[in-house]
């Protein structure tokens, strides 16, 4: 392979790879930008991140309580 041609692959490697550094940035901006958001948003139900797990067991036991109570409530006939 010539030099020149050579030197227009790596220009054209080198433009592909900036262009997938630009989406890189721009996902990981985006990704950023969710994850406060979801940080923001468990800060304004008082939940802590690394109580999350723990949080949704117990609605989850909450919601199973509520529904068992809520069959008791209705006649069997239905």
Do not use: C, F, G, H
């Not at 139900?45 to 199973?64: F, G, H, M, S």
């Amino acid at each position: 392979m010539d030099a020149e041609k050579e030197i227009q692959e790596l220009k054209m490697k080198i433009d592909k790879a900036k262009a997938m550094r630009y989406k890189a940035e721009a996902r990981l901006e985006e990704l950023q930008k969710q994850r406060q958001q979801l940080l923001d948003e468990l800060d304004k139900l008082n939940v802590k991140p690394e109580n999350l797990d723990a949080e949704i067991e117990n609605l989850t036991r909450e919601i199973n309580s509520l529904i068992e109570k809520a069959r008791k409530l209705l006649p069997e006939e239905l």
